[in-house]
């Protein structure tokens, strides 16, 4: 497909579309994995007192495998092509989750259950790092320029939707179920479904389009030999640039919204049902406020959007954590909206923003390497942290320091990042 005159490349609304939905199915693993923490941990783990501590830890390594996911597709990506990375993700996933769903427990055989989790979760790991990367720089080239920050918003609002489906899924089985019966089989309800979604999205992958972007440069024979070799050495700025950005979405969301359930289990604040409802309604407002942000990027921009969001992640996490610690449901409620808005923002504006810090030759890797270190670092380590220095020093609000730390830490970046938004107004750097 060739683009179309002015240089605004154009893919069809149902490419767009099914690029944009199919980050349900990645989010929805994750999230799973973290809200139904405190269950897996007595499945897999025995449920003794530093199950929860093992299960948050495994989850945490197992996301070191997304960079070396995200070097072995982004290389696809910038190869092959940005549909082929992106099949061949999904189909590693499906076959992961299935398994997920299929595993032995702890009961049947011991030690070795936690140890098979562990390995599939590495699986997933790997094939995660070539999805939301994957879907971002399909995203950013097939769409109107002027419009690219509210698409590539829908596909952190799918993700948003894929967490509201892993938390309703997850309160469900809890809620409807018996300790025995959820410890036996029960568990494997939302695994099941998970995989269930991750074939339906391959099939739908299948008849997307390739990237204007990416069929323009292989028809011209411009193709970079070895694309990350080409991000490193030519787009290091821009790497440093979607490490920030990536480090404050990931931290916000990981500890901002996908460690509240368990944070308010092991505080004693609030039981497991109750806790997993009380996420899904501040999934719901996210849902609600991501295109919004998407939308107010492409007309103010993306920096002065991210300069904001890092100052209230700066200000506000660190009182929120101590308020949802209390015995209070609306304080819980209210600490977990609000931090779930700014997580949910972050993430709308970051999606973008990262995509638009490399040039198309190593968009794939570039994009890849950046976002997946910072996630591996400040998303899938950040969780375990929480819950370790929280048991060691006995203080709530060490989850909302974390989110300042990070905050403060890439605000000077954003503050000096050159703006993106082909429409951004009249203080466009």
């Given at each position: 497909?060739?683009?179309?005159?002015?240089?605004?490349?154009?893919?069809?609304?149902?490419?767009?579309?099914?690029?944009?939905?199919?980050?349900?199915?990645?989010?929805?693993?994750?999230?799973?994995?973290?809200?139904?923490a405190t269950v897996l941990s007595r499945?897999?783990?025995?449920?003794?007192?530093?199950?929860?501590?093992?299960?948050?830890?495994?989850?945490?390594?197992?996301?070191?495998?997304?960079?070396?996911?995200?070097?072995?597709?982004?290389?696809?990506?910038?190869?092959?092509?940005?549909?082929?990375?992106?099949?061949?993700?999904?189909?590693?996933?499906?076959?992961?989750?299935?398994?997920?769903?299929?595993?032995?427990?702890?009961?049947?055989?011991?030690?070795?259950?936690?140890?098979?989790?562990?390995?599939?979760?590495?699986?997933?790991?790997?094939?995660?790092?070539?999805?939301?990367?994957?879907?971002?720089?399909?995203?950013?080239?097939?769409?109107?320029?002027?419009?690219?920050?509210?698409?590539?918003?829908?596909?952190?609002?799918?993700?948003?939707?894929?967490?509201?489906?892993?938390?309703?899924?997850?309160?469900?089985?809890?809620?409807?179920?018996?300790?025995?019966?959820?410890?036996?089989?029960?568990?494997?309800?939302?695994?099941?479904?998970?995989?269930?979604?991750?074939?339906?999205?391959?099939?739908?992958?299948?008849?997307?389009?390739?990237?204007?972007?990416?069929?323009?440069?292989?028809?011209?024979?411009?193709?970079?030999?070895?694309?990350?070799?080409?991000?490193?050495?030519?787009?290091?700025?821009?790497?440093?640039?979607?490490?920030?950005?990536?480090?404050?979405?990931?931290?916000?969301?990981?500890?901002?919204?996908?460690?509240?359930?368990?944070?308010?289990?092991?505080?004693?604040?609030?039981?497991?049902?109750?806790?997993?409802?009380?996420?899904?309604?501040?999934?719901?407002?996210?849902?609600?406020?991501?295109?919004?942000?998407?939308?107010?990027?492409?007309?103010?921009?993306?920096?002065?959007?991210?300069?904001?969001?890092?100052?209230?992640?700066?200000?506000?996490?660190?009182t929120l954590f101590g308020a949802m610690?209390?015995?209070?449901?609306?304080?819980?409620?209210?600490?977990?909206?609000?931090?779930?808005?700014?997580?949910?923002?972050?993430?709308?504006?970051?999606?973008?923003?990262?995509?638009?810090?490399?040039?198309?030759?190593?968009?794939?890797?570039?994009?890849?390497?950046?976002?997946?270190?910072?996630?591996?670092?400040?998303?899938?380590?950040?969780?375990?942290?929480?819950?370790?220095?929280?048991?060691r020093t006995g203080m709530p609000q060490?989850?909302?320091?974390?989110?300042?730390?990070?905050?403060?830490?890439?605000?000077?970046?954003?503050?000096?990042?050159?703006?993106?938004?082909?429409?951004?107004?009249?203080?466009?750097?």
């Open positions: 497909m060739s683009a179309k005159p002015g240089g605004s490349h154009r893919i069809s609304n149902r490419s767009i579309l099914v690029a944009a939905f199919s980050t349900v199915v990645e989010w929805y693993d994750f999230t799973l994995y973290l809200y139904f499945v897999f783990f025995g449920g003794g007192e530093a199950s929860l501590l093992t299960t948050l830890g495994g989850f945490a390594v197992a996301y070191l495998m997304r960079p070396v996911g995200a070097v072995v597709f982004g290389h696809i990506g910038d190869r092959r092509g940005r549909r082929p990375m992106l099949l061949w993700s999904m189909a590693l996933m499906s076959a992961a989750m299935l398994a997920t769903a299929l595993l032995p427990t702890y009961a049947q055989i011991g030690a070795a259950a936690g140890w098979l989790m562990f390995v599939l979760r590495c699986v997933m790991g790997f094939s995660v790092g070539g999805e939301y990367t994957g879907v971002i720089a399909y995203l950013l080239e097939g769409a109107r320029p002027e419009r690219r920050g509210l698409i590539a918003s829908l596909a952190a609002m799918a993700s948003e939707i894929g967490a509201l489906l892993a938390v309703g899924v997850s309160a469900l089985t809890v809620a409807l179920l018996s300790e025995a019966d959820l410890q036996s089989w029960g568990w494997r309800i939302p695994f099941f479904i998970g995989a269930a979604l991750a074939g339906g999205v391959w099939l739908a992958r299948r008849a997307m389009e390739e990237s204007p972007d990416f069929e323009r440069l292989r028809d011209a024979g411009l193709l970079a030999a070895r694309p990350l070799v080409h991000a490193v050495s030519r787009q290091r700025a821009g790497l440093l640039r979607a490490f920030a950005i990536s480090a404050l979405g990931s931290i916000t969301y990981y500890v901002g919204i996908g460690y509240v359930p368990a944070f308010l289990t092991s505080v004693g604040s609030m039981g497991e049902a109750q806790a997993l409802w009380l996420s899904t309604l501040a999934a719901v407002a996210v849902i609600a406020v991501t295109p919004l942000v998407g939308l107010l990027s492409d007309r103010y921009g993306r920096r002065p959007a991210l300069i904001v969001l890092a100052l209230l992640s700066a200000a506000l996490p660190i610690a209390g015995a209070s449901v609306q304080n819980a409620l209210l600490g977990a909206v609000v931090l779930a808005l700014v997580a949910g923002g972050v993430s709308a504006v970051g999606a973008i923003a990262t995509g638009e810090q490399f040039s198309e030759e190593s968009r794939a890797s570039g994009l890849g390497l950046g976002y997946t270190l910072a996630t591996a670092i400040f998303g899938g380590l950040t969780p375990w942290v929480a819950q370790l220095l929280i048991e060490v989850p909302g320091l974390m989110i300042a730390v990070v905050a403060l830490a890439v605000l000077p970046v954003f503050v000096s990042m050159r703006e993106t938004a082909p429409r951004a107004g009249p203080n466009r750097r």
